[in-house]
């Protein structure tokens, strides 16, 4: 059971990228799924939200420059991600809460960093 993010890497402002998280071992669809994301020294902060059935809710400072969403029949969550700015820079982690009982999982972050 684990949760693998990818895409991050080094973007200029006004840029974008396309972070995924890929499921194994779970029943992806019986999860909710969340993007989080950290800045050394700071606390963890939830950006982004997507249920089974794709509701999503965003926190205002990514509202309209991010956009969440995911493939159950794959076990996957994307986070589209465009208009960088500097101010976007940490590690990016993805989340999965069960619709029953059960822990929640977390992946182990991608860096994403954006500067000229």
């Known amino acids: 059971v684990q949760l693998v993010e990818s895409g991050g890497g080094l973007v200029q402002p006004g840029g974008s990228l396309r972070l995924t998280c890929a499921s194994s071992?779970?029943?992806?669809?019986?999860?909710?799924m969340y993007w989080y994301r950290q800045v050394p020294g700071k606390q963890r902060e939830q950006i982004a939200s997507i249920t089974s059935s794709s509701s999503t809710d965003y926190e205002d400072s990514v509202k309209g420059r991010f956009t969440i969403s995911r493939n159950n029949r794959e076990g996957e969550m994307y986070l589209d991600m465009t208009s960088l700015k500097p101010e976007d820079t940490a590690v990016y982690y993805c989340q999965a809460i069960p619709l029953g009982t059960g822990l929640p999982l977390w992946g182990k972050g991608t860096l994403v960093t954006v500067s000229s």
């Open positions: 071992g779970i029943i992806f669809s019986h999860y909710i």
